[in-house]
């Protein structure tokens, strides 16, 4: 595998792989319309169908109203070109990525000249036009406005000096205003913003747009297995096998990703979490959201007010559409990695593998594949469901499956559901948990059960054999072959 540590690197490397990457030269509008055609190329996910799953990535050459940049969208829209990209096989990532987030490697302040400082553009230069400057898409005709989906935002805790790094949608309001949503009271640098406001300060936060693929997917990891204080980039460090490199920004007291393609600076002001998201639209959206609906716009995004834009001659942004593939495995990836970490602690050698479901976004739906081999096994499985749920706070429902079910084939989880369940024993349900607020079944006016939005009922669906009872599962077994013999070019 060539060597990837940029977005740059990462294209050249799929460019060589058949059916993973695909360009156009023909003008597109990023108002609607690139996605509007990505989402027959490659969006998958909970994307409305039709769409199509496992396409390749896609570049986009000729931005109209964006002479000299270009718009790469889906480069982590399929598990299969997320495993080429880390070096692994696809039933591998959640293990590997689980792996990296137990021994970090943090990042390092470089004072080399960095590549995303080659262009500078100062908010105080005449000419200062965000809208201009960033060929961000809107997703669909309703966005509230062009959205940066996939920036590194970075910044670090008042008190304590430690840095973090999330993603986080962001829209474009004004010449040199963002509006920031941050999930009031939880992830990290909402937490890092409200702190500042306590002091009467602006966050400093910079903004980094197009990275290594490594970055962007360990940066959607979240608490218990990061808590506040954990850089996630040490993970995408440890992924790499070297550090990932930083350099101080042009106009704040914050540090950027040197290798990325855009860097935007600037200061959360304190206090403004009270920015009205679609304040230029009105349409009452904010834009397509992983669970596959059109997510609503908040009152409370904060105010990110911008300094400077640095980028790469000939710039690539990046975005991606909020329900496609690409979230899937953003959120999904480490999320498997958090679940299969916290159970190997607590229940080891007991669940062979983990998979974040696309149907769930990668947060709702987590596929168990569950190790009976002794009588004091039964059970086991139940407590791994709920350890899981413990692993990551999001998740909804937990499918548990036995070894001999393929996690990552639908097909077969759904046949271990018609053969080795039964709904009145096999259901285990959990009312009245916290969850997520974009399922929009997680509402008071859905059951009596659901107190507040966002409040769910957290369900196990148990599909594994009783052991007392696995003579009767065995599958029907075949006569091993080397089917090569036969017809090597399906083998190769
Ligand atoms: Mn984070």
């Known amino acids: 595998m060539a060597k990837v540590n940029d977005l740059r690197s990462a294209i050249e490397y799929l460019k060589t792989i058949p059916g993973q990457f695909v360009e156009t ?28 799953v496992d396409g390749p990535a896609m570049l986009f050459k000729n931005i109209k109203g964006h002479p000299g940049a270009s718009v790469v969208i889906g480069m982590m829209a399929s598990r299969e070109r997320v495993a080429r990209l880390f070096g692994c096989g696809k039933e591998e990532l959640g293990h590997l990525v689980q792996k990296c987030a137990a021994a970090p490697i943090d990042p390092i302040v470089s004072d080399e000249p960095a590549p995303v400082q080659e262009i500078v553009h100062r908010a105080e230069d005449e000419d200062f036009d965000l809208f ?6 809107t997703n669909t005709p309703y966005d509230a406005g062009p959205y940066i989906t996939l920036g590194m935002c970075y910044a670090t805790h008042p008190d304590t000096g430690l840095s973090d790094v999330t ?9 040199d205003e963002l509006s920031i949503f941050l999930q009031p009271g939880s992830r990290h640098i909402g937490a890092m913003a409200e ?15 197009g ?3 490594a970055i962007s997917v360990t940066s959607c990891f979240e608490p218990p297995t990061t808590p506040l204080g954990f850089n996630e980039l040490s993970i995408a460090g440890a992924l790499r096998g070297e550090p990932v490199r930083l350099v101080k920004c042009i ?8 290798n990325a393609e855009y860097v935007i600076e600037g200061e959360i002001l304190p206090g403004s979490n009270n920015v009205i998201e679609d304040q230029n639209s009105h349409t009452g959206f904010a834009m397509p959201e992983f669970p596959g609906y059109n997510g609503p716009a908040s009152r409370e995004c904060w105010l990110l007010r911008v300094k400077a834009v640095t980028h790469r001659r000939n710039p690539i942004m990046q975005t991606c559409i909020g329900p496609s593939e690409e979230h899937v495995n953003m959120a999904g990836i480490p999320t498997e990695a958090s679940i299969l970490g916290m159970i190997d602690k607590a229940l080891p050698g007991k669940v062979v593998n983990c998979c974040a479901h696309r149907s769930g976004g990668g947060k709702y739906l987590a596929v168990l594949q569950c190790r009976k081999t002794v009588h004091t096994d039964e059970g086991k499985q139940r407590q791994a469901a709920l350890l899981a749920f413990s692993a990551f706070p999001e998740l ?8 001999d079910v393929d996690i990552f084939d639908t097909d077969d989880v759904l046949w271990a559901m018609n053969t080795r369940f039964q709904g009145d024993r096999d259901i285990i349900t959990i009312p009245g948990v916290r969850c997520h607020p974009l399922d929009p079944s997680s509402n008071p006016a859905y059951t009596d059960s659901i107190r507040d939005t966002g409040i769910s009922t957290k369900t196990i669906f148990d599909c594994t054999v009783p052991f007392d009872l696995r003579e009767h599962f065995e599958r029907a077994p075949f006569l091993e072959v080397d089917p090569a013999k036969w017809v090597p070019e399906l083998f190769e």
Do not use: F, N, W
Request: glycine share 6%.
């Open 195 to 209: 702190r500042a406001t306590e002091l009467g300060q602006p966050l400093p936060i910079s903004v980094s747009i």
């Open 25 to 52: 030269d023909v003008e597109v509008d990023p108002e609607a319309e690139l996605s509007g055609v990505y989402r027959y190329v490659g969006a998958g996910g909970t994307v409305r169908r039709p769409t199509r």
């Open 132 to 137: 201009r400057l960033i060929p961000a898409p």
């Open 251 to 258: 106009s704040v007291d914050e540090c950027a990703i040197a």
């Open 167 to 175: 993603i986080h949608r962001m829209c474009i309001q004004s010449k």
């Open 396 to 403: 909804k429902h937990v499918i548990l499956v036995d070894e």
């Open 211 to 213: 990275v290594d693929p």
